[in-house]
């Protein structure tokens, strides 16, 4: 079920705003519910007042009333797969388990797949937080 997340990554990718960059990144992701939400790079002037296509893609999830991922994909103009920041890593994590597929792509058709366990090894989760 990849290809149809692959195909809608790439179509929200063109939607990516990057006057600065002009470095286009995708992402799409399919809720637990089956349903398919996507998100674009929006940059700003300010550069840290941005949004990554990950956080684009799970708030457009969250919006929509689904609260898990069951897989997502990535994809960019890179010559090799473009992997989730730090900090859309850890939001990834937020919402996935630790098994959860991550499809990293390039434009080029270059694919790396990976578990969300493999994009943040030693995760932070709400289970850290259970005597507070």
Same mark, same amino acid.
């Given at each position: ?36 939400? $996507? ?8 550069? &840290?007042? #941005?949004? *990554?296509?990950?956080?684009? =893609?799970?708030? @457009? ?12 994909? $990535? ?8 992997? &989730?920041? #730090?900090? *859309?890593?850890?939001?990834? =994590?937020?919402? @996935? ?24 090894? #030693? ?8 005597? @507070?």
């Amino acid at each position: 079920m990849t290809e149809d997340l692959i195909a809608a990554a790439t179509a929200v990718r063109l939607n990516a705003y990057t006057p600065y960059s002009r470095f286009k990144v995708g992402a799409a992701l399919r809720s637990t519910s089956g349903h398919v939400h $996507v998100g674009c790079n929006v940059e700003n002037v300010a550069y &840290p007042e #941005g949004t *990554c296509a990950e956080a684009g =893609a799970i708030a @457009a999830m969250v919006a929509g009333g689904d609260d898990r991922i069951a897989e997502i994909v $990535v994809i960019a103009d890179s010559p090799t797969p473009v992997p &989730p920041c #730090g900090g *859309c890593r850890q939001k990834i =994590a937020e919402f @996935a388990s630790p098994d959860v597929l991550v499809t990293l792509c390039t434009t080029d058709g270059e694919r790396l797949q990976l578990t969300v366990a493999d994009l943040l090894p #030693g995760a932070f989760g709400a289970d850290h937080m259970d005597r @507070a």
